[in-house]
T-cell receptor, first 112, second 116 residues
Framework: DAKTTQPPSMDCAEGRAANLPCNHS???????VYWYRQIHSQGPQYIIH???NNETNEMASLIITEDRKPSTLILPHATLRDTAVYYC?????????????FGTGTRLKVLA | DAGVTQSPTHLIKTRGQQVTLRCSPK?????VSWYQQALGQGPQFIFQ???????QRGNFPDRFSGHQFPNYSSELNVNALLLGDSALYLC???????????????FGPGTRLLVL
């Protein structure tokens, strides 16, 4: 599975959009991009995933560029409850490798 | 829709003891993965169980073992506890399939283990 690179920390003002980048320059064609977040040592919470197209759900949007090397998770209107560590993971679910490889993630702090 | 549940929430053990942690998967899921998360680190994959067998294992010693029951619930056993085993132990469930949304892993709240 491809490795991911994320900035260690980011701040965002409450009510503004939070844009969290992830670099996965060695991503292969069958690898999905997954985003999770972990709030204060609770279990990681699934946010969104995508393969080639941009995706949106009730929590966030995932922007994947045409070459798929970077992606961006967008929280459109950040609240204080969005303060968490955000993990970007790439994985090919058809590869026979079932584990998720977590990095150290991005610690997002939403400021009042 | 019941999510992933884990028990106990917290546990304190002494070096050399043995511990068993339990996990019930999300309703409709048949696969359980276990992760260890040390303080300040991302979760590390221990192993995954499917059809009551260990399907894949991470880089953990055989002091770490598991089991999956016919109802898909799972246990993680750790023998001969070391101080370094102190961590948050996470269970994640998923539905085995051809990929896409069915492979997404959903995590439980974790069991915090402290070894003294």
């Amino acid at each position: 599975d491809a490795k991911t690179t994320q900035p260690p920390s980011m701040d965002c003002a409450e009510g503004r959009a939070a844009n969290l980048p992830c670099n996965h320059s060695t991503i292969s064609g069958n690898e999905y991009v997954y985003w999770y977040r972990q709030i204060h040592s609770q279990g990681p919470q699934y946010i969104i995933h995508g393969l080639k197209n941009n995706e949106t759900n009730e929590m966030a949007s995932l922007i994947i560029t045409e070459d798929r090397k970077p992606s961006t998770l967008i929280l459109p209107h950040a609240t204080l409850r969005d303060t968490a560590v955000y993990y970007c993971i790439v994985r090919d679910p058809t590869s026979g490798t079932y584990k998720y490889i977590f990095g150290t993630g991005t610690r997002l702090k939403v400021l009042a | 829709d019941a999510g992933v549940t884990q028990s106990p929430t917290h546990l304190i053990k002494t070096r050399g003891q043995q511990v068993t942690l339990r996990c019930s998967p999300k309703s409709g899921h048949d696969t359980v993965s276990w992760y260890q998360q040390a303080l300040g680190q991302g979760p590390q994959f221990i192993f995954q169980y499917y059809e009551e067998e260990e399907r894949q294992r991470g880089n953990f010693p055989d002091r770490f073992s598991g089991h999956q029951f016919p109802n898909y619930s799972s246990e993680l056993n750790v023998n001969a506890l070391l101080l370094g085993d102190s961590a948050l132990y996470l269970c994640a469930s998923s539905l085995a399939g051809a990929g896409g949304p069915s492979e997404t892993q959903y995590f439980g709240p974790g069991t915090r283990l402290l070894v003294l």
